[in-house]
Protein backbone atom coordinates (compact mmCIF):
# COMPACT_ATOMS: atom_id res chain seq x y z
CA UNK A 1 0.00 0.00 0.00
CA UNK A 2 1.63 3.12 -0.97
CA UNK A 3 0.23 6.33 0.68
CA UNK A 4 1.08 9.66 -0.24
CA UNK A 5 0.95 12.09 2.35
CA UNK A 6 0.20 15.74 1.12
CA UNK A 7 1.30 18.42 3.75
CA UNK A 8 -0.75 21.66 3.12
CA UNK A 9 0.21 23.48 6.65
CA UNK A 10 3.44 25.52 7.10
CA UNK A 11 3.63 24.33 11.04
CA UNK A 12 5.35 21.43 11.13
CA UNK A 13 6.10 20.19 14.91
CA UNK A 14 3.38 22.98 15.99
CA UNK A 15 0.72 21.66 13.76
CA UNK A 16 -2.60 20.78 15.20
CA UNK A 17 -3.86 18.22 11.86
CA UNK A 18 -0.53 17.06 11.17
CA UNK A 19 -0.63 15.40 14.94
CA UNK A 20 -4.25 13.58 13.93
CA UNK A 21 -2.24 12.62 10.72
CA UNK A 22 0.26 11.16 12.66
CA UNK A 23 -1.88 8.81 14.57
CA UNK A 24 -3.88 7.52 11.55
CA UNK A 25 -0.06 6.53 9.98
CA UNK A 26 0.46 5.11 12.90
CA UNK A 27 -2.47 3.04 13.10
CA UNK A 28 -1.90 1.97 9.65
CA UNK A 29 1.69 0.98 10.14
CA UNK A 30 0.10 -1.52 12.21
CA UNK A 31 -2.48 -3.11 10.46
CA UNK A 32 -0.40 -2.60 7.04
CA UNK A 33 2.82 -4.62 6.61
CA UNK A 34 3.50 -3.15 3.17
CA UNK A 35 2.59 0.62 3.85
CA UNK A 36 5.00 2.73 2.36
CA UNK A 37 4.37 6.42 2.87
CA UNK A 38 6.11 9.23 0.91
CA UNK A 39 5.65 13.00 2.30
CA UNK A 40 4.91 15.47 -0.07
CA UNK A 41 5.61 18.84 2.16
CA UNK A 42 3.59 21.79 -0.16
CA UNK A 43 5.01 24.39 1.76
CA UNK A 44 8.66 23.38 1.22
CA UNK A 45 8.09 22.07 -2.40
CA UNK A 46 9.18 23.52 -5.50
CA UNK A 47 6.30 23.43 -7.64
CA UNK A 48 6.07 24.47 -11.72
CA UNK A 49 5.06 27.66 -12.26
CA UNK A 50 1.16 27.93 -13.73
CA UNK A 51 1.92 30.61 -15.73
CA UNK A 52 4.02 31.31 -18.86
CA UNK A 53 5.13 28.63 -20.99
CA UNK A 54 3.16 25.95 -18.35
CA UNK A 55 -0.20 27.78 -19.13
CA UNK A 56 0.64 27.79 -23.03
CA UNK A 57 0.72 24.13 -22.92
CA UNK A 58 -1.82 23.60 -20.97
CA UNK A 59 -4.33 25.52 -23.33
CA UNK A 60 -2.47 23.42 -26.24
CA UNK A 61 -3.21 20.27 -24.95
CA UNK A 62 -6.76 21.42 -23.99
CA UNK A 63 -7.34 21.81 -27.61
CA UNK A 64 -5.42 18.74 -28.71
CA UNK A 65 -2.56 20.20 -30.41
CA UNK A 66 0.78 18.58 -29.56
CA UNK A 67 3.70 20.53 -27.47
CA UNK A 68 6.94 21.52 -29.08
CA UNK A 69 10.19 20.82 -27.53
CA UNK A 70 10.59 24.28 -26.22
CA UNK A 71 6.91 23.79 -24.24
CA UNK A 72 7.45 20.67 -23.65
CA UNK A 73 10.92 20.95 -21.35
CA UNK A 74 8.97 23.34 -18.88
CA UNK A 75 5.94 20.94 -18.83
CA UNK A 76 8.58 17.92 -17.56
CA UNK A 77 8.37 19.64 -14.37
CA UNK A 78 4.30 19.23 -14.16
CA UNK A 79 4.03 16.07 -15.32
CA UNK A 80 7.01 14.90 -12.70
CA UNK A 81 4.66 16.54 -10.23
CA UNK A 82 1.17 14.57 -11.69
CA UNK A 83 3.42 11.28 -11.55
CA UNK A 84 4.23 12.21 -8.05
CA UNK A 85 0.61 12.10 -7.33
CA UNK A 86 -0.27 8.89 -9.28
CA UNK A 87 2.03 6.60 -7.62
CA UNK A 88 0.24 6.29 -4.91
CA UNK A 89 -2.36 3.96 -3.55
CA UNK A 90 -4.30 6.13 -1.01
CA UNK A 91 -3.89 9.94 -0.36
CA UNK A 92 -3.83 11.79 3.11
CA UNK A 93 -4.31 15.20 2.86
CA UNK A 94 -3.23 17.18 6.13
CA UNK A 95 -5.11 20.67 5.38
CA UNK A 96 -6.44 23.53 8.17
CA UNK A 97 -8.89 25.71 7.32
CA UNK A 98 -7.32 29.15 6.25
CA UNK A 99 -10.05 32.20 5.57
CA UNK A 100 -12.69 29.58 5.18
CA UNK A 101 -11.19 27.53 2.02
CA UNK A 102 -7.35 25.91 1.62
CA UNK A 103 -4.56 27.50 2.12
CA UNK A 104 -2.62 28.66 -0.89
CA UNK A 105 0.26 25.75 -1.00
CA UNK A 106 -2.76 23.41 -1.88
CA UNK A 107 -4.66 25.43 -4.10
CA UNK A 108 -1.46 26.21 -6.02
CA UNK A 109 -0.65 22.27 -5.91
CA UNK A 110 -3.76 21.44 -7.09
CA UNK A 111 -4.11 23.88 -10.16
CA UNK A 112 -0.42 22.57 -11.13
CA UNK A 113 -1.57 18.64 -11.84
CA UNK A 114 -5.16 18.74 -12.58
CA UNK A 115 -4.32 19.02 -16.43
CA UNK A 116 -6.38 17.76 -19.50
CA UNK A 117 -5.57 14.31 -20.84
CA UNK A 118 -4.06 13.24 -17.67
CA UNK A 119 -6.46 13.67 -14.50
CA UNK A 120 -9.38 14.47 -16.42
CA UNK A 121 -10.58 14.65 -20.20
CA UNK A 122 -13.95 15.77 -22.12
CA UNK A 123 -15.52 12.90 -23.85
CA UNK A 124 -17.52 12.92 -26.80
CA UNK A 125 -20.43 14.58 -25.77
CA UNK A 126 -18.34 17.60 -23.79
CA UNK A 127 -18.75 16.69 -20.51
CA UNK A 128 -15.85 16.35 -18.26
CA UNK A 129 -14.53 12.65 -16.98
CA UNK A 130 -11.81 11.96 -14.25
CA UNK A 131 -9.25 9.73 -15.02
CA UNK A 132 -8.53 8.37 -11.49
CA UNK A 133 -9.61 5.17 -10.47
CA UNK A 134 -9.76 3.15 -7.85
CA UNK A 135 -7.78 4.86 -5.66
CA UNK A 136 -9.33 6.65 -2.05
CA UNK A 137 -8.65 9.76 -0.06
CA UNK A 138 -8.41 10.59 3.60
CA UNK A 139 -8.28 14.60 4.27
CA UNK A 140 -7.90 15.36 7.69
CA UNK A 141 -8.74 18.97 8.11
CA UNK A 142 -8.73 21.52 11.44
CA UNK A 143 -9.93 24.63 12.24
CA UNK A 144 -9.65 27.20 14.65
CA UNK A 145 -13.79 27.52 15.34
CA UNK A 146 -16.19 24.81 14.58
CA UNK A 147 -17.96 24.59 11.09
CA UNK A 148 -20.06 21.60 11.88
CA UNK A 149 -23.30 20.66 10.19
CA UNK A 150 -26.11 22.45 11.93
CA UNK A 151 -23.96 25.11 13.50
CA UNK A 152 -24.15 28.65 12.13
CA UNK A 153 -20.71 28.73 10.73
CA UNK A 154 -21.49 25.58 8.31
CA UNK A 155 -22.02 27.27 5.37
CA UNK A 156 -18.72 29.15 5.50
CA UNK A 157 -16.68 25.59 5.73
CA UNK A 158 -15.10 25.72 1.40
CA UNK A 159 -12.35 23.55 2.75
CA UNK A 160 -14.88 19.87 2.41
CA UNK A 161 -17.01 21.18 -0.01
CA UNK A 162 -14.07 22.46 -2.32
CA UNK A 163 -11.86 19.14 -1.74
CA UNK A 164 -14.86 16.80 -2.40
CA UNK A 165 -15.47 18.45 -5.79
CA UNK A 166 -11.99 18.88 -7.10
CA UNK A 167 -10.88 15.02 -6.20
CA UNK A 168 -14.19 13.70 -7.62
CA UNK A 169 -14.07 15.53 -10.56
CA UNK A 170 -10.71 13.80 -10.90
CA UNK A 171 -12.10 10.33 -10.31
CA UNK A 172 -11.34 9.68 -6.85
CA UNK A 173 -15.14 9.13 -5.16
CA UNK A 174 -13.79 7.64 -1.87
CA UNK A 175 -13.09 10.68 0.17
CA UNK A 176 -13.51 10.39 3.90
CA UNK A 177 -13.35 13.65 6.43
CA UNK A 178 -11.66 13.97 9.77
CA UNK A 179 -12.45 17.24 10.64
CA UNK A 180 -11.05 18.38 14.31
CA UNK A 181 -12.83 21.23 15.19
CA UNK A 182 -13.12 24.06 17.41
CA UNK A 183 -9.55 24.35 17.32
CA UNK A 184 -8.96 27.63 19.12
CA UNK A 185 -11.73 28.67 21.06
CA UNK A 186 -10.00 27.50 23.78
CA UNK A 187 -7.47 25.09 25.26
CA UNK A 188 -9.91 22.38 26.74
CA UNK A 189 -12.00 22.44 23.18
CA UNK A 190 -8.74 22.30 21.50
CA UNK A 191 -8.03 18.98 23.49
CA UNK A 192 -11.46 17.34 23.47
CA UNK A 193 -11.48 17.99 19.23
CA UNK A 194 -7.82 16.53 18.65
CA UNK A 195 -9.02 13.52 21.29
CA UNK A 196 -11.94 12.83 18.72
CA UNK A 197 -10.40 13.26 15.48
CA UNK A 198 -7.59 10.88 16.43
CA UNK A 199 -10.21 8.53 17.57
CA UNK A 200 -12.14 8.94 14.65
CA UNK A 201 -8.83 7.94 12.48
CA UNK A 202 -7.64 5.03 14.37
CA UNK A 203 -11.82 3.87 13.84
CA UNK A 204 -10.88 4.98 10.28
CA UNK A 205 -8.37 2.31 9.86
CA UNK A 206 -10.04 -0.79 12.78
CA UNK A 207 -13.23 -0.68 10.27
CA UNK A 208 -10.98 -1.76 7.29
CA UNK A 209 -12.12 1.33 5.42
CA UNK A 210 -8.67 2.04 3.62
CA UNK A 211 -8.81 -1.96 2.72
CA UNK A 212 -10.05 -2.41 -1.28
CA UNK A 213 -7.81 0.07 -3.01
CA UNK A 214 -6.99 -0.95 -6.40
CA UNK A 215 -3.20 -1.17 -6.59
CA UNK A 216 -1.12 0.61 -9.92
CA UNK A 217 1.27 -1.20 -11.77
CA UNK A 218 2.98 1.70 -13.47
CA UNK A 219 1.87 5.17 -14.44
CA UNK A 220 1.43 5.58 -18.03
CA UNK A 221 -0.08 9.05 -19.56
CA UNK A 222 -1.62 11.15 -21.07
CA UNK A 223 -4.39 8.86 -20.33
CA UNK A 224 -7.52 8.46 -22.62
CA UNK A 225 -8.62 10.48 -25.80
CA UNK A 226 -7.27 13.44 -26.72
CA UNK A 227 -8.97 16.28 -26.02
CA UNK A 228 -11.24 17.78 -29.27
CA UNK A 229 -8.51 19.00 -31.90
CA UNK A 230 -8.71 22.87 -32.04
CA UNK A 231 -11.43 23.23 -35.03
CA UNK A 232 -13.98 22.16 -32.55
CA UNK A 233 -13.13 25.34 -30.80
CA UNK A 234 -13.55 27.85 -33.56
CA UNK A 235 -17.12 28.09 -34.23
CA UNK A 236 -17.36 30.02 -30.93
C1 LIG B 1 -3.80 32.28 7.71
C2 LIG B 1 -4.77 31.59 8.63
C3 LIG B 1 -6.13 31.67 8.37
C4 LIG B 1 -7.05 31.03 9.20
N1 LIG B 1 -8.38 31.11 8.88
C5 LIG B 1 -9.27 30.44 9.65
C6 LIG B 1 -10.67 30.48 9.32
O1 LIG B 1 -11.10 31.05 8.32
N2 LIG B 1 -11.53 29.85 10.15
C7 LIG B 1 -11.11 29.17 11.26
O2 LIG B 1 -11.93 28.60 11.96
N3 LIG B 1 -9.79 29.09 11.58
C8 LIG B 1 -8.87 29.71 10.80
N4 LIG B 1 -7.54 29.63 11.11
C9 LIG B 1 -7.13 28.81 12.27
C10 LIG B 1 -6.63 27.42 11.83
O3 LIG B 1 -7.52 26.78 10.94
C11 LIG B 1 -6.45 26.50 13.03
O4 LIG B 1 -5.64 27.09 14.00
C12 LIG B 1 -5.88 25.15 12.61
O5 LIG B 1 -6.03 24.22 13.64
C13 LIG B 1 -4.40 25.27 12.24
O6 LIG B 1 -3.93 24.00 11.84
P1 LIG B 1 -2.38 23.65 11.81
O7 LIG B 1 -1.87 23.82 13.22
O8 LIG B 1 -2.33 22.25 11.35
O9 LIG B 1 -1.73 24.60 10.85
C14 LIG B 1 -6.60 30.27 10.32
C15 LIG B 1 -5.23 30.22 10.58
C16 LIG B 1 -4.32 30.83 9.75
C17 LIG B 1 -2.84 30.72 10.04
Known amino acids: MRLLHIVATPRGHESNTIRISNALIEELHLKYDDLTVKVLDLFKADLPAVAGENIESKYKLMTGQELDNHHKSSWDAI ?12 YLITVPMWNFGIPYALKYYIDAIVQPGYLFRYNELGIPEGLIEGKKMVVVTSRGGDY ?15 LRAIFNFVGIRDIHFINAQPMDISPAARRAAMLKAIDEARALVADNHLNGYEPIESVEFPKGVKPAPLEAYSQD
Open 79 to 90: EANIKRFLDADI
Open 148 to 162: SPNTPLHALDFVEPY
